[in-house]
């Protein structure tokens, strides 16, 4: 696996999340040989979902992490536990495979929020999980699209509550006049993701899972059973499953052409007063826009807004993350002029051009999950748990995503970053101006 991001390094980025971490338990490098059932490759959410799944259903699993658990996307972002996969692959299954296949389809995305709130319960894990999320309506069009969400999720057998809020309302659910009303969801909210993930890498270990970080996977022999070689040992396996997502680099050219990596940025301001706390987010809800090019913001257990988006797609990274994220999060909360800034950091997310996830297999023992497009907290978990399952000959659910087309980006290797990042600027345009 290849880092082809200069800005970072191979330990976690000063967050707020690895400030505030649980433990700094560090797992052992990979030396010599080492025989498995299955080898993962990637310590986020994909990799340890789906080896999770696996040492449960009674596989002797080997994770390999180039960096540490947690690194990537993983543990640097929003803490937004959010369903679905996205409106357009949900439309796209139904017009594709029937109503029966896209009812499937919707219940996994649904499924994937249970996956998360049964690891925190199972395995105890502190990570602040919290049932409460608002999508914000800031035109009367985008509060038509969430009325009509609702009455779609409601049609399909929905568990859980939601509420749809007028302008009037407005203020009893985010303390801005920047909305219109919005749609409450009490089966979605925010957590403490490295904490998450953290806490599913020491279940992972708990129940007999190999876990090695700084384990660069840097070459792949195939065949009957593949090997993962490293610096410094090799991993040999019936089955192998890709979960690099946003950070494979070329390791394996078929997975990285079909996904590109952008850019995503938080800042984290000091504790706020429990009244103005209060005032900002009356509910502590996860909130996120409307907008193609989105904000999104939350309330952290010690009081900190987390304020994220400001998204790039050229290939590089904003050099002063504050002064790009600062007047987003003063659009919406004026009152916190003056409130100090604690923590900002970025990273990469993996984007498919359908911004839907990307699953399949590259051989009968080759498997691969990616590209959630921003969206990944919880849908990971559900993507890992159907490889497991195909694993352990069950593969009616993920025939259903390996069924979706996934084309790579226009442009090549060398001009599909410039030619995206043309395309957001009109995409951007078109949420300034209302189109």
């Known amino acids: ?26 797992y052992p490098v990979l030396e010599g040989r080492v025989e498995a059932d299955v ?32 690194w990537g996307a993983s543990g640097r972002n929003g803490g937004q536990v959010i369903g679905g996969f996205g409106s357009q692959t949900q439309k796209a299954i139904d017009k594709q495979h ?71 309302e407005t203020r009893q659910y985010v303390g801005t006049d920047r909305y219109i009303g919005g749609l409450t969801n009490e089966g979605w909210g925010h957590c403490h993701p490295l904490n998450l993930a953290r806490g599913e890498a020491k279940a992972l270990a708990d129940l007999g899972g190999l876990i090695f970080e700084g384990s660069e996977a840097q070459s792949i022999t195939y065949g009957t059973r593949p090997t993962v070689t490293t610096d410094k040992g ?81 290939g590089g990274h904003p050099k002063d993350i504050i002064a790009r994220m600062r007047p987003k999060m003063l659009r919406v909360f004026p009152e916190l002029e003056n409130t100090k800034i604690d923590f900002a950091w970025g990273g990469n997310m993996a984007m498919t051009l359908s911004r839907s996830p990307h699953v399949g297999r590259l051989a009968d023992n080759v498997y691969f999950t990616q590209g959630y497009s921003g969206h990944g907290l919880a849908p990971s978990h559900i993507t890992g748990k159907i490889i497991a399952e195909t694993i352990a ?7 259903v995503f390996s069924s979706l087309t996934h084309l790579p980006f226009p442009g090549g290797k060398y001009l599909r970053q410039p030619t995206l990042f043309i395309g957001m600027l009109y995409v951007k345009l078109r949420d300034e101006l209302g189109i």
């Open 1 to 26: 696996m290849r880092l082809n991001d200069r800005a970072h390094s191979l330990e976690y980025p000063p967050s707020y999340y690895a400030a505030t971490r649980n433990d700094d338990h560090r």
């Open 234 to 314: 090799q991993v040999t396996a019936d089955f192998l499953v890709f979960c690099g997502n946003a950070y494979l680099g070329d390791l394996q050219p078929q997975l990285s052409w079909k996904v590109l990596p952008a850019g995503s940025y938080i800042i984290a301001t000091e504790p706020l007063e429990e009244e103005l706390a209060q005032k900002l987010l009356p509910t502590n809800a996860a909130v996120c826009d409307q907008r193609f090019v989105l904000d999104y913001y939350r309330m952290s257990a010690d009081r900190r807004i987390l304020f994220g988006g400001g998204t790039t797609y050229h």
């Open 98 to 168: 029937g109503a029966d296949v896209g009812q499937v389809f919707w219940e996994m995305g649904v499924e994937c929020c249970d996956i998360v709130r049964d690891h925190v319960a199972r395995f105890n894990i502190d990570c602040d999980l919290t049932w409460s999320y608002y999508d914000a309506a800031a035109r009367p069009n985008e509060l038509r699209d969430l009325e009509a969400s609702m009455e779609d999720e409601i049609r399909r057998g929905y568990p859980h509550k939601q509420v749809l809020i007028s302008t009037e």
């Open 393 to 399: 000959g069950q593969a009616e659910r993920f025939d």
């Open 39 to 70: 080898c993962v490759i990637g310590g986020g959410f994909s990799g340890l979902s789906t080896a999770l799944h696996l040492v449960q259903k009674g596989y002797k699993v080997a994770l390999i992490e180039q960096c540490r658990v947690g």
